[in-house]
């Protein structure tokens, strides 16, 4: 194996084998050795890059979040006015749902681990912070915030569901909370 010095994506390896065995076996399976065997690294590579699991884990997410934000940027960068930006909205609904299971069990992981341990409240915090921010670019911030949890909600439905909604209901649920009279259009 390559020493630290001529394999400067190491640290980069650890942390996608981690969310890789998260996504695999969850939290709970992880290990210094597991995942020291998946990336391809000397076990003390480990203690090396990440002062423990605890640490591992944070950035590992931290990740994830990006990835996720990456998602929304990439659908609701081009929308030039209220109903393009609805329908990428109800784009980013199907492809997070129909997308990558490793994605949505991550992100149970994640809020399960949240729901328990402030530090990861601060990593869906900031998360959602940022997705929001995404949605504010066309919704005010009301909007973006209820759109937010509708996106987790119709996405999370959707993916586990044996029969999934169709592209019409997620238009119309979409429709009911950016048609709301009194809505001002953000700046």
Same mark, same amino acid.
């Given at each position: 194996?390559? @020493? $630290?010095? /001529?394999?400067?994506?190491?640290?980069?390896?650890?942390?996608?084998?981690?969310?890789?065995?998260?996504?695999?076996?969850?939290?709970?399976? #992880?290990?210094?050795?597991?995942? %020291? @065997?998946?990336?391809?690294?000397?076990? $003390?590579?480990?203690?090396?890059?990440? *002062?423990?699991?605890?640490? =591992?884990?944070?950035?590992?997410?931290?990740?994830?979040?990006?990835?996720?934000?990456?998602?929304?940027?990439?659908?609701?960068?081009?929308? /030039?006015?209220?109903?393009?930006?609805?329908?990428? #909205? @109800?784009? +980013?609904?199907?492809?997070?749902?129909? $997308? *990558?299971?490793?994605? +949505? #069990?991550?992100?149970?992981?994640?809020?399960?681990?949240?729901?328990?341990?402030? #530090?990861?409240?601060?990593?869906?915090?900031?998360?959602?912070?940022?997705? !929001?921010?995404?949605?504010?670019?066309?919704?005010?911030?009301? @909007? %973006?915030?209820? =759109?937010? %949890?509708?996106?987790?909600?119709?996405?999370?439905?959707? %993916? +586990? *569901?044996?029969?999934?909604?169709? !592209?019409?209901? /997620?238009?119309?649920?979409?429709? !009911?909370?950016?048609?709301?009279?009194?809505?001002?259009?953000?700046?």
């Amino acid at each position: 194996m390559a @020493t $630290g010095h /001529t394999d400067p994506r190491r640290r980069e390896r650890i942390i996608a084998a981690t969310l890789d065995l998260i996504a695999e076996e969850g939290v709970a399976g #992880v290990s210094h050795r597991k995942i %020291a @065997t998946r990336a391809g690294v000397p076990l $003390g590579s480990m203690t090396y890059h990440f *002062s423990g699991m605890e640490e =591992l884990l944070r950035d590992a997410f931290g990740r994830f979040a990006d990835h996720i934000v990456a998602v929304f940027d990439a659908h609701l960068a081009a929308p /030039t006015d209220r109903d393009q930006a609805c329908e990428a #909205v @109800t784009d +980013l609904v199907h492809v997070l749902s129909e $997308g *990558s299971q490793r994605d +949505l #069990v991550l992100s149970q992981e994640l809020y399960t681990l949240a729901a328990r341990q402030p #530090v990861y409240r601060e990593i869906t915090h900031e998360w959602m912070r940022r997705s !929001r921010v995404h949605l504010e670019k066309h919704f005010d911030p009301d @909007t %973006a915030r209820q =759109l937010d %949890a509708l996106i987790e909600g119709l996405t999370l439905h959707r %993916a +586990l *569901s044996r029969e999934p909604h169709d !592209r019409a209901l /997620t238009r119309e649920a979409i429709a !009911r909370i950016t048609t709301t009279a009194g809505r001002t259009e953000p700046a």
